[in-house]
């Protein structure tokens, strides 16, 4: 099991950044590939970020806005979220693969935070 915990999340205007971090206290995060997903209501669970070996990965709602970073010292992988816009609005879920690839397929992760909420208003 890797245990990974969000924090960060909130109310946030349009324009607007937040920082969200995944820790985990029982496993060595640098061993697995770590990705972030959202959820907004009533859609699916979208592909936001991942890192992998020094690697990122973004999908395109997001590149340019958003960056992915390892701080090894604390075991935990970091999502700066900057220029948010009403339409980030979601439950960012932290999660974890072993192995390399697929990263931005959600079926592929074996470990989830249970998520932490953010909302940008207009």
């Known amino acids: 099991q890797v245990p990974l915990v969000e924090s960060g999340g909130g109310l946030v205007q349009a324009g607007g950044s937040l920082r969200l971090s995944c820790a985990s206290s029982?496993?060595?995060?640098?061993?697995?590939?770590v990705g972030w997903f959202r959820q907004a209501p009533g859609k699916e669970r979208d592909f936001v970020a991942a890192?992998?070996?020094?690697?990122?990965y973004y999908a395109d709602s997001v590149k340019g806005r958003f960056t992915i970073s390892r701080d090894n010292a604390k075991n935990t992988v970091l999502l700066q979220m900057n220029g948010l816009k009403p339409e980030d609005t979601a439950v960012y879920y932290c999660?974890?693969?072993?192995?390399?690839?697929?990263?931005?397929?959600?079926?592929?992760?074996?470990?989830w935070g249970q998520g932490t909420q953010v909302t940008v208003s207009s």
């Open positions: 029982g496993r060595t995060l640098n061993n697995y590939a």
């Open positions: 890192w992998r070996g020094g690697r990122t």
């Open positions: 999660a974890a693969k072993e192995g390399y690839g697929a990263y931005n397929s959600r079926p592929a992760y074996d470990y």
